[in-house]
């Protein structure tokens, strides 16, 4: 059995480092996962995916370059916050 795999872009961010793209925790069952990236301009995305098609939940404007990225938040609570 073959493969065919082929690519698709969903988005464009800017140029990245190691560690600057993490999945956020799903806030229920019936929500899209969201996906938060940072890149080296200092702009921070956070996007999700319905039906193939984007959503931009947010993004900031070019500021400092991001070098990481890591989230925080109480355990097994919602609100989550990114540390950049």
Do not use: C, H, W
Not at 55 to 75: C, D, H, N, V, Y
Not at 76 to 82: C, L
Request: no cysteine; charged share 20%.
């Amino acid at each position: 059995m073959q493969l065919e795999l082929s690519r698709v872009d969903y988005t464009i961010v800017g140029l990245t480092s190691p560690q600057t793209m993490k999945l956020l925790p799903n806030q229920g069952s019936k929500l899209n996962q969201k996906v938060a990236v940072a890149d080296q301009d200092g702009v921070l995305q956070v996007f999700s995916l319905k039906k193939g098609e984007i959503q931009l939940s947010f993004k900031t404007l070019p500021g400092p370059g991001i070098s990481r990225l890591e989230l925080g938040g109480a355990i097994g609570e919602y609100n989550i916050e990114a540390f950049i």
